[in-house]
């Protein structure tokens, strides 16, 4: 069964870069249709698609984040990363790690999805 | 202000039938595919719903989904005090900066 399970720190200082990392275990992240994503969600807000990537590198973000956004695949490690640049505090949110389920032009679903870890950002 | 329009919040009691709404256009719902998500408090959100009204292994019965022009709808039967949650739509959004959208979420209390 397939898993997933984010890592990084917990607390990053306003002006840098957010990093983190997603383990997939249970399948391997080069598995033919596969792309793999990040959403996240504000403390007692609703979620935010940041971004999604397939093995081969290719990557779709959403558009008010795109600028700091970068989102990248090791196959040989079998995991996908997150960094998000100039961080504020409107990034403090719990990030999630998913696979998206693609169609011939679209995503249609999310699943499954990491337990998800919180980011605080402050000085 | 999310691309997708969902209630704050629906209640109904034990047993009892409820619908969520989520509403959008004709770039993402009109000609995507909708998910559901439940999101248990304290958990991270699990898959409902998928191409509008198909249910992943393991959800029962008693949840529902539908679509119908630029509007999809989440039902749920024999409310249970674990259904309290909440629950979000999703889907791609396929204007020209192409991107996933959710919902803002539901909040469901089961009274």
């Known amino acids: 069964q397939l898993q997933l399970q984010e890592s990084g720190p917990g607390l990053v200082k306003p002006s840098e870069t957010l990093s983190l990392t997603c383990t997939v275990s249970?399948?391997?992240?080069?598995?033919?249709?596969?792309?793999w994503g990040w959403i996240r969600q504000p403390p007692g807000k609703g979620l935010e698609w940041i971004g999604s990537i397939y093995y081969s590198g290719s990557t779709y973000y959403n558009p008010s984040l795109k600028s700091r956004v970068t989102i990248s695949v090791d196959t040989s490690k079998n995991q996908f990363s997150l960094k998000l640049s100039s961080v504020t505090a409107a990034d403090t949110a719990v990030y999630y790690c998913a696979r998206p389920r693609a169609g011939s032009s679209s995503f249609n679903w999310f699943d499954p999805w990491g337990q998800g870890t919180l980011v605080t950002v402050s000085s | 202000q999310s691309v997708l329009t969902q209630p704050p919040s629906v209640s109904a009691a034990p047993g009892q039938k409820v619908t969520i709404s989520c509403s959008g256009s004709s770039s993402n719902i009109g000609n995507n595919y909708v998910s559901w998500y439940q999101q248990l408090p304290g958990t991270a959100p699990k898959l409902l719903i998928y191409e509008n009204n198909k249910r992943p292994s393991g959800i029962p019965d008693r949840f529902s989904g539908s679509k119908s022009g630029t509007s999809a709808t989440l039902g749920i039967t024999g409310l249970q005090t674990g259904d309290e949650a909440d629950y979000y739509c999703g889907t791609w959004d396929s204007s020209l900066s192409a991107h996933w959208v959710f919902g803002g979420g539901t909040k469901l209390t089961v009274l």
């Open positions: 249970g399948g391997s992240i080069s598995s033919s249709s596969y792309y």
